[in-house]
């Protein structure tokens, strides 16, 4: 069977734009006073889930049905109340309905919603929507990655910067939501290596950062403002969509650890490594065994 992925793509386009808006709106209403949609219903602590990010799945999930009732669904929220996520070849659409809640809550503007598509188990259709900021990045499977559907990534055409080593690299990581001993302190290890001075080639990394959202995280790798992601503890539902736009845009996305070249990526895996483009596939092989040495094993 052959499928239309551009058709998957603008549909899954246009849920990212209406579940946008939900997001927008409940935003828009918190700042103005009006509504309350920011309630916390499960407040852990490190994994926040809120009323909107559980409408917002409802909604998707409901469009997908309606639309495509052969086709599966893998949710966060659905997930979260129990479901098991069935994985077979049968196209299966992977739904994040905000990534970065953390950043929702505290009102902070790096929210994404991410809505990828696999077929055969492969990642073939990706859009992530960041409504607060207007930057809504999408691919396809052999058709490319796109800022705003017109801006082709990674940016910096027609030809990335050469990667150098590690050393000119900026490192997108996270603290994630395992705050347990042996995982916060393996991450921080490893943060201190990647900049701690002299390390690489001499020297420290250009810097670490941050957003609070891994999708969004994987779309700087994808425009290439970025150069390098690694996060252990994230789920299939935050890396889906933004693995075909970064592997869309000329990047590499390694999932698991220590592995000696791009294997087919194993989404379920809760490591993923990803290079940005570069001339040179070997540049980018080069950076990813620079962080497998550092990477340590965890979980
Ligand atoms: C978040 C991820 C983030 C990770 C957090 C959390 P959520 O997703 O995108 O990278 O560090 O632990 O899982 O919970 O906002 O959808």
Redesign the pocket.
């Known amino acids: 069977e052959t499928h239309d992925l551009t058709e998957f793509l603008s549909f899954a386009i246009t849920l990212a734009q209406e579940a946008g808006k939900m997001i927008k709106d409940a935003t828009e209403n918190r700042m103005s006073g009006t509504g309350n949609q920011f309630l916390v219903k499960y407040d852990n602590p ?3 889930v809120t009323e909107t990010d559980q409408a917002v799945e409802k909604y998707i999930k409901k469009r997908l049905a309606e639309t495509y009732p052969d086709h599966r669904f893998i949710g ?1 929220e659905t997930m979260a109340e129990g479901v098991d996520a069935v994985f077979t070849d049968e196209p299966t659409w992977i739904v ?1 309905p ?5 950043n929702f809550v505290h009102g902070h503007p790096f929210v994404a919603v991410s809505i990828g598509l696999t077929i055969g188990k492969e990642p073939v259709v990706g859009v992530v929507y960041c409504p607060l900021m207007n930057e809504l990045f999408s691919a396809a499977k052999g058709h490319g990655a796109f800022l705003n559907q017109s801006i082709r990534l990674p940016f910096f055409q027609p030809t990335p910067p050469p990667l150098g080593d590690l050393s000119q690299c900026v490192v997108a990581t ?4 395992d705050r347990s001993p042996e995982v916060i302190d393996k991450k921080i290890e490893t943060i201190h290596t990647i900049l701690k001075q002299k390390q690489h080639n001499g020297k420290e990394a250009h810097s670490i950062r941050c957003t ?4 969004i ?1 994987l779309c700087t790798v994808a425009k290439g403002v970025v150069d390098v992601y690694w ?1 252990v ?3 299939e539902w ?1 890396v889906v969509a933004a693995i075909v736009i970064v592997r869309e845009s000329g990047g590499i996305v390694v999932t698991g650890s220590h592995q000696p070249d791009p294997a087919p990526v194993n989404i379920f895996s809760r490591k993923y490594l990803a290079i940005r483009a570069a001339q040179d596939e070997n540049s980018q092989l080069n950076v990813a065994q620079q962080m497998w040495d550092i990477i340590p094993e965890i979980t």
Request: hydrophobic share 25%; glycine share 16%; aromatic share 4%.
């Open positions: 490190t994994d926040l966060e994040d905000i990534d970065g809640t953390t996270e603290a994630g939501s609070g959202s891994a999708a995280n996060e503890g994230c789920w935050d």
